[in-house]
């Protein structure tokens, strides 16, 4: 399809720099097919959902993975920006990185920030490799949970783009940009549908007879990255480690099979699920990457409803939710989001979604 399909104008004061509080006090537009568009607040969720569905949260905690630095031993020591991206073992991450042409493979970034102890006092990689899109694979002096503590001391919470162009991140936001239920550390960015959740709604829930269940997906910076191709079947999403286990599945598939539906809580859960998920239906364990690219015509096969948040024009998170509800049905939402002061993105308000081909 052509990646054109997916774009649309959004004001510049739709996009939310803060979460609201209390998180579950954030707006929510019901999106049910063949009906009217809802404007509902989070807090409405257990009243919208049914007795035995389940909701699918993704656990994954935000590492501290924006690191400022310096390349050093060679010339002028420029600043250098690290994103780290994807871990590849004990010692190495990939990482993008600004301005990449000022490395070389062999050349030392230190990072650390004057008056910040860092074990030594800073921390130190070598660029082992560099690729061709910004993305160098960076060899540090440490290793393992030692490694673990010192990125956590010098870095900083990677806020997207359109939040960290604005303002620079700040204690509140190590805070705000972790979800209640955030307790594996991976991700880059934050499965942000589950930042609306509270204890209390938690427990309204249950009382409802609603479940919660708790996968991981250690979600990437390409979540942020609109999609340059013109066509979408030109665009690669980058690979996302994820993990369900045997007894979430199990569960899972129980409930399902006696009526109830599979709530997921973002689309990294959603896009967790179905990866995993066998053709007819049932959710398998999985412990593996996953860079599934959902678009519309992809037959869905585990979640029947996606809360979300409002996504980027041409973004391949826009294209899920196109695929989930039809490209002119989320067309129509998002112009009513917008028109109807809706915040956006990762901060910004909710949405919940009924999948076009399923009786709500």
Same mark, same amino acid.
């Given at each position: 399809?052509?990646?054109?399909?997916?774009?649309?104008?959004?004001?510049?004061?739709?996009?939310?720099?803060?979460?609201?509080?209390?998180?579950?006090?954030?707006?929510?537009?019901?999106?049910?097919?063949?009906?009217?568009?809802?404007?509902?607040?989070?807090?409405?969720?257990?009243a919208l959902l049914a007795p035995g569905d389940q909701l699918v949260v993704n656990d994954t905690r935000v590492?501290?993975?924006?690191?400022?630095?310096?390349?050093?031993?060679?010339?002028?020591?420029?600043?250098?920006?690290?994103?780290?991206?994807?871990?590849?073992?004990?010692?190495?991450?990939?990482?993008?990185?600004?301005?990449?042409?000022?490395l070389l493979p062999g050349d030392v970034v230190r990072f650390g920030h004057d008056g910040r102890v860092c074990?030594?006092?800073?921390?130190?990689?070598?660029?082992?490799?560099?690729?061709?899109?910004?993305?160098?694979?960076l060899v540090f002096s440490f290793h393992g949970p030692v490694l673990d503590q010192a990125i956590a001391e010098?870095?900083?919470?990677?806020?997207?783009?359109?939040?960290?162009?604005?303002?620079?991140?700040?204690?509140?936001?190590?805070?705000?940009?972790?979800?209640?239920? &955030?307790?594996? =550390?991976? *991700?880059? @960015? #934050?499965?942000?549908? /589950? +930042? %609306?959740?509270? &204890?209390?709604? =938690?427990? *309204?829930? @249950? #009382?409802?007879?609603? /479940? +919660? %269940?708790?996968?991981?997906?250690?979600?990437? *910076?390409?979540?942020?990255?609109?999609?340059?191709?013109?066509?979408?079947?030109?665009?690669?999403?980058?690979?996302?480690?994820?993990?369900?286990?045997?007894?979430?599945?199990?569960?899972?598939?129980?409930?399902?099979?006696?009526?109830?539906?599979?709530?997921?809580?973002?689309?990294?859960?959603?896009?967790?699920?179905?990866?995993?998920?066998?053709?007819?239906?049932?959710?398998?364990?999985?412990?593996?990457?996953?860079?599934?690219?959902?678009?519309?015509?992809?037959?869905?096969?585990?979640?029947?409803?996606?809360?979300?948040?409002?996504?980027?024009?041409?973004?391949?998170?826009?294209?899920?939710?196109?695929?989930?509800?039809?490209?002119?049905?989320?067309?129509?939402?998002?112009?009513?989001?917008?028109?109807?002061?809706?915040?956006?993105?990762?901060?910004?308000?909710?949405?919940?979604?009924?999948?076009?081909?399923?009786?709500?």
């Amino acid at each position: 399809m052509r990646t054109e399909l997916f774009d649309f104008d959004l004001p510049a004061e739709n996009i939310a720099l803060r979460p609201v509080s209390p998180r579950d006090a954030a707006r929510m537009l019901v999106v049910r097919p063949g009906a009217p568009l809802e404007d509902r607040i989070v807090r409405d969720l257990p009243a919208l959902l049914a007795p035995g569905d389940q909701l699918v949260v993704n656990d994954t905690r935000v590492i501290a993975a924006q690191l400022t630095g310096r390349r050093i031993g060679r010339g002028l020591e420029p600043k250098i920006e690290a994103t780290l991206i994807k871990r590849l073992d004990g010692a190495r991450w990939q990482a993008l990185v600004k301005p990449a042409k000022k490395l070389l493979p062999g050349d030392v970034v230190r990072f650390g920030h004057d008056g910040r102890v860092c074990l030594l006092g800073h921390l130190d990689a070598t660029v082992e490799a560099k690729g061709d899109a910004g993305e160098v694979t960076l060899v540090f002096s440490f290793h393992g949970p030692v490694l673990d503590q010192a990125i956590a001391e010098v870095g900083a919470t990677p806020l997207p783009p359109y939040i960290a162009s604005k303002r620079a991140p700040d204690a509140q936001d190590i805070a705000d940009y972790q979800t209640m239920f &955030a307790s594996n =550390e991976g *991700a880059v @960015a #934050a499965p942000t549908a /589950g +930042l %609306h959740f509270t &204890a209390e709604l =938690e427990t *309204a829930l @249950a #009382a409802c007879g609603v /479940g +919660l %269940h708790r996968i991981t997906l250690h979600v990437g *910076a390409g979540t942020f990255l609109p999609v340059k191709a013109e066509d979408t079947s030109e665009h690669r999403m980058h690979a996302e480690w994820g993990t369900i286990s045997s007894g979430t599945a199990e569960a899972l598939n129980a409930a399902r099979a006696a009526g109830g539906r599979i709530v997921a809580v973002g689309t990294t859960s959603l896009r967790l699920l179905e990866s995993a998920a066998r053709d007819d239906g049932r959710i398998a364990p999985f412990a593996d990457e996953t860079s599934i690219f959902i678009t519309p015509g992809y037959r869905f096969r585990a979640v029947d409803v996606l809360m979300t948040n409002f996504h980027l024009p041409r973004s391949t998170l826009f294209m899920l939710v196109s695929a989930f509800c039809g490209l002119d049905t989320m067309q129509a939402a998002y112009a009513h989001a917008i028109r109807t002061g809706y915040r956006f993105y990762s901060y910004g308000d909710a949405s919940l979604l009924f999948r076009n081909d399923i009786t709500p």
